[in-house]
């Protein structure tokens, strides 16, 4: 397949040349899918932030070594997702308190002002369920899921950002689900 031709590319080479200019353009291209990935795979809004900018400085700095072998986003994704793997095992080493609501749930999904407050409290009980259920997803299953439904990506794509195979991918994805699906079944989600 040849990339060369890709938007993304040609920023990124006019990038490599130079070019400062270009980070911007991809960053205003990418950064509100990139922090959604990051949220979903740190569970910490500001947390997610750093991550995302470490994601594009991370960019800038492999600029000259960036090479077309597969779509712009698997590159992309595929250092965001190093990032958040190195956060989760530097978080492991120096756990903290985290932030929590009256009843003790994590705190960083908005509610919709247009919902009554019944079904706004139904719609955040929900929410902060499903969140735990998939922070509690192992991580190589969490990101396949989160890229596949979050980002949209083919297996393919996921397998090259992983460095796996697109059937450990499908395999995963299909895991993930099954372990929501058990998680969530008492709840009736």
């Known amino acids: 397949m ?13 990038l490599a040349g130079g070019e400062d200019l270009a980070l911007n353009e991809l960053m205003s291209r990418w950064r509100e899918r990139v922090a959604a990935f990051l949220l979903r795979m740190v569970g910490d809004h500001a947390t997610a932030m750093d991550l995302t900018q470490e994601t594009f400085v991370r960019l800038y700095t492999s600029r000259h070594s960036y090479k077309p072998m597969a779509a712009f986003s698997t590159y992309l994704f595929h250092i965001a997702a190093n990032l958040a793997r190195s956060h989760a095992r530097w978080k492991s080493r120096h756990p903290t308190v985290p932030m929590e609501d009256e009843q003790g749930d994590l705190v960083h999904e908005p509610v919709d002002p247009q919902l009554s407050p019944d079904d706004a409290a139904t719609l955040h009980e929900k929410t902060a369920m499903v969140n735990k259920a998939i922070a509690a997803l192992p991580t190589d299953l969490r990101e396949a899921l989160m890229l596949f439904t979050v980002q949209d990506m083919s297996h393919a794509d996921i397998a090259a950002t992983l460095g796996c195979s697109a059937k450990a991918v499908e395999v995963r994805i299909y895991r993930a689900r099954q372990m929501l699906k058990d998680a969530l079944k008492n709840y009736g989600a």
Request: hydrophobic share 45%.
């Open 2 to 14: 040849d990339f060369s031709h890709d938007a993304d590319v040609v920023l990124m080479q006019r």
